[in-house]
């Protein structure tokens, strides 16, 4: 640490209890200085001649005959009150980086200058300051944060804005330079240590872009604030240094950032130093990861900041989401919600994923066109990535008894148009739900189970299916046609075309109620039972095995047959009780008026039938 050494006599300022000082002497003292509720016992010739302010306060005195004099708002108080004192005494006083600001800013408000003499306190003040402490890379840092207890006469006198501007330079000087102490236990890289062969092989320590991080949070944040906008504005680190600067500092400021700040006091503190680092993210992407900015958005969240600190954090996450896990963004509901997550914020940031791509949009063109849409700078991959991400956020929070079920559909339908080679999330998410809401509608479980594909799932996820007793029929139905299909185009032929009727099931096109009678569309969103998915999984498979010969269709001619045999089947299945056991005995005989007729028959009203409305629980 540097330090400059004043004058030469000894020190004989002694102290008499707590608030009184006096110069040990010879003289008796002829005045009294008052600073606060201490007493400094002093003699007006020293003090004349150095100091202007005091001069004019001891005439004062004269003039009214007092021997004392107030002083109640000098900078730095008692102790640097002493140190002025000394000064002008002669006596030996010490300066260094935790003193020196105060002390000038005393010295400026007892107007010790050049006028009174010649090479005065404040001059010599300030060539210690120009010559060691700017130079000094941690005497800058603590004279930076000693500072603040002199606000704002240290700002007036212009040594803040120097102090911050030597930190800003040294910080952003060649590493190649830097040979000055320096804090750094960041986390060290393979290649910061090197073998010096023409030093004995003596290990030396490379210098990282990121060394100045550490030592820059002892800074308290509206002063760590100035000197990394300074630091930004010199654009000499790249973006990722000045994101590993503010994570650092996130961490050092804010107690268990990595996990609650519940426990922690002086919220307003550390609401400031949260939109403080917001306000100083660079605007690039991937400066920071997604991650830090998550775990800044729960903080922000909890900590109640403002409505564009939040959303700005939203707006540069949703820039970078397919980086998310989904611990990640499991955000807690905010206080007074029933819910256990905040979906809303979820879809906040899926929306300005995907608004990425409704960016690039129409660019206009010559000769009457009105524009072209160029294309979306979101990869393929990066979809992937954020569907399967709210595909598992899905099935946590499903997990949640409060959840709306429009909640679920909402966010589920914000990637619904995402292409993923395979549904078993989303299903498995649409499980969860129905199994932890077991009482929602019929119509409520038609309608989330619509957000999957039964084309898109995997053969665990399809056998899971078939056994899923909170299912709607019609789903079971679909999967397990869609599995006939898979199994045929497995044995080397080609894959039979979709039949209308498996369509008309998912896009609920059927023919409606009539008058007085049971619209089949309702049997189909019942729940399955048991029993019955057993027939249906066991009469689709002896339809497909006795059409077979040998592991394979006899010709392509069979293949539409059998289709159609198959969805005559289901359809029987649908018609009474009675008639779905007898099927279920006649394993996979065909009968003639199952099989010619088929629920994708092109007339309507041949695709509707009257069975009724209680055929699963009617004895016969």
């Known amino acids: 640490m540097k330090f400059m050494k004043l004058g030469s006599k000894p020190d004989t300022f002694q102290t008499d209890g707590n608030?009184?000082?006096?110069?040990?002497s010879e003289l008796a003292s002829d005045i009294i200085v008052t600073i606060g509720h201490v007493k400094f016992y002093l003699h007006k010739f020293p003090l004349l001649s150095k100091s202007a302010h005091l001069q004019k306060l001891i005439s004062l005195s004269n003039e009214a005959n007092a021997d004392e004099v107030q002083i109640s708002d000098i900078p730095g108080g008692t102790s640097a009150f002493e140190i002025c004192a000394k000064y002008c005494y002669g006596m030996t006083v010490t300066l260094n980086a935790y003193n020196v600001i105060a002390a000038r800013c005393a010295a400026e408000y007892l107007g010790m200058n050049e006028t009174v003499e010649k090479g005065n306190l404040m001059y010599k003040i300030d060539v210690f300051l120009n010559s060691s402490i700017f130079r000094s890379w941690k005497d800058s840092i603590i004279l930076l944060q000693t500072s603040r207890?002199?606000?704002p006469v240290a700002e007036d006198l212009k040594v803040i804005s120097h102090c911050i501007e030597s930190i800003a330079k040294k910080a952003c000087v060649d590493v190649s330079k830097v040979d000055w102490s320096y804090t750094y236990n960041r986390k060290k890289l393979p290649e910061e240590n090197v073998i010096d062969s023409n030093q004995n092989e003596v290990r030396t320590r490379l210098v990282q872009k990121d060394w100045w991080v550490e030592d820059?949070?002892?800074l308290e944040v509206e002063l760590y604030k100035s000197v990394i906008a300074n630091i930004k504005t010199k654009a000499v680190h790249s973006n990722e240094v000045i994101g590993e600067a503010l994570k650092a500092y996130a961490c050092r400021k804010l107690p268990n950032f990595s996990k609650s700040m519940s426990q922690s006091?002086?919220?307003s503190k550390h609401r400031l130093i949260v939109e403080t680092i917001v306000w100083l993210l660079p605007v690039e992407k991937d400066s920071v990861s997604c991650r830090f900015l998550l775990k800044l958005l729960k903080a922000a969240i909890f900590l109640e900041?403002?409505?564009?600190?939040?959303?700005?954090?939203?707006r540069k996450i949703g820039q970078q989401l397919e980086e998310a896990s989904v611990n990640d963004i499991l955000i807690p509901a905010p206080v007074g919600d029933t819910k256990t997550y905040d979906v809303s914020v979820v879809q906040k940031m899926v929306r300005e994923f995907l608004t990425k791509d409704d960016s690039a949009e129409i660019e206009s063109v010559e000769g009457g066109v009105e524009g072209i849409r160029k294309p979306g700078i979101l990869s393929d991959a990066s979809k992937l990535l954020v569907a399967k991400l709210i595909d598992g956020y899905?099935?946590?929070?499903?997990?949640?008894?409060?959840?709306?079920?429009?909640?679920f559909i909402d966010l589920a339908e914000l990637v619904s148009g995402i292409s993923r080679p395979a549904h078993d999330g989303l299903y498995w998410a649409i499980d969860t739900y129905l199994k932890e809401h077991p009482g929602i509608s019929k119509g409520d479980r038609k309608r989330i189970c619509k957000l999957m594909d039964c084309r898109n799932l995997s053969v665990d996820a399809c056998m899971h299916v078939v056994q899923n007793e909170k299912l709607p029929l019609r789903v079971v139905v679909q999967v397990l046609y869609f599995e006939q299909v898979r199994t045929?185009?497995?044995?080397?032929t080609s894959t039979p075309d979709i039949p209308k009727g498996i369509k008309d099931l998912n896009s609920g096109s059927n023919g409606s109620s009539r008058s007085g009678t049971t619209n089949p569309e309702d049997d189909m969103d019942a729940v399955a039972k048991a029993d019955e998915l057993k027939a249906l999984r066991k009469e689709l498979a002896s339809l497909r095995l006795s059409n077979r010969v040998d592991g394979s269709?006899?010709?392509?001619?069979i293949k539409p047959s059998v289709d159609k045999a198959v969805i005559g089947k289901m359809k029987g299945l649908l018609k009474s009780q009675k008639s779905f056991l007898k099927l279920w005995s006649s394993k996979g005989e065909n009968s003639g008026s199952d099989s010619s007729e088929s629920i994708g028959s092109a007339n309507p009203e041949e695709a509707k039938f009257t069975p009724s409305r209680n055929w699963r629980h009617s004895v016969s």
């Open 553 to 557: 269709f006899k010709d392509e001619d």
């Open 149 to 151: 207890s002199m606000l």
């Open 265 to 267: 006091g002086a919220l």
């Open 216 to 218: 820059l949070c002892e």
């Open 19 to 24: 608030n009184v000082r006096y110069v040990a």
């Open 305 to 314: 900041s403002g409505e564009r600190t939040r959303e700005k954090l939203i």
């Open 394 to 407: 899905l099935a946590e929070s499903a997990k949640d008894h409060n959840l709306p079920l429009s909640d």
């Open 488 to 492: 045929a185009a497995s044995s080397g």
